[in-house]
């Protein structure tokens, strides 16, 4: 797998994620997959909110989650939430390279997603591609950050090893690996985490994957997801006070 990073000028707010990237993708060979830092999709989305406008990062992160903790539950300053099926700090409100804005999700990803995998195929005549909208993640009891991917598009989200024997012959019944997280850790560990300012990412030849001629279903879209009550973490989610955004 390789993997070749764009450095791009400073991304504006209010600037065409299109035009961005016609502006720094000049070619891309069929089986590529795109990877596109959310941060940028964000601030062409104008998802910016001034730091001297914003009453409270609380208050914001209290509109932006789907679920969020009481404020005298957080620690270090940063608030657990559920933001698009996603357990997330602080609603995925980011401050980092922001120039005295909070940067707020990108709206609409999958949407997005779909947008840019069909410019992206007419623009350079592929047929093969995929796309993937990164964000970085912290693990639980673990240092430090990795990727993950808030949407994505052309090719089929998870390999499955179910029913395929392992090496004494016995069949595997669930393991399935995640290839939009694995393909955003690789891009995130690239493009890195401060000024680089390489926040497109180009990965070729990447193992497992079946691309796709068309989006992906809402049945496709969800199967990346596990619902509260069936994750492996659910006794740690029963026991939490999570008060639920009415919006939701």
């Not at 940067?103 to 995998?117: D, G, K, R, S, V």
């Not at 993937?132 to 991917?149: K, Y």
């Not at 990346?224 to 999570?242: A, E, M, R, S």
Request: aromatic share 8%.
């Amino acid at each position: 797998m390789e993997i070749e990073i764009l450095k791009t000028r400073l991304v504006k707010s209010g600037d065409s994620i299109h035009h961005v990237l016609d502006e720094y993708i000049k070619s891309v060979k069929e089986g590529t997959v795109v990877a596109i830092t959310s941060k940028i999709i964000s601030l062409c989305q104008n998802r910016v909110v001034s730091k001297n406008h914003a009453n409270s990062k609380y208050e914001l992160i209290q509109n932006e989650a789907d679920a969020y903790l009481a404020e005298d539950q957080s620690l270090y300053n940063v608030h657990l939430t559920i933001k698009n099926n996603i357990l997330i700090p602080s609603a995925g409100i980011d401050e980092s390279n922001g120039g005295g804005m909070y940067i707020l999700y990108p709206e609409n990803i999958q949407q997005t997603a779909l947008n840019i995998w069909e410019h992206l195929r007419n623009q350079h005549h592929v047929k093969k591609l995929g796309i993937i909208i990164t964000d970085s993640h912290v693990t639980p009891l673990r240092q430090g950050v990795v990727g993950i991917a808030l949407g994505w598009c052309g090719f089929e989200p998870l390999y499955s090893y179910v029913g395929e024997p392992d090496i004494f012959n016995q069949p595997l019944r669930v393991t399935q690996i995640n290839l939009l997280d694995a393909l955003a850790t690789s891009a995130v560990l690239m493009m890195g985490e401060g000024a680089e300012q390489t926040p497109i990412a180009l990965i070729k030849d990447a193992p497992k994957i079946k691309f796709l001629d068309r989006p992906p279903t809402p049945e496709e879209e969800q199967n990346i997801h596990i619902f509260v009550d069936k994750d492996i973490y659910y006794p740690l989610f029963k026991h939490t006070q999570w008060i639920w955004n009415k919006k939701t």
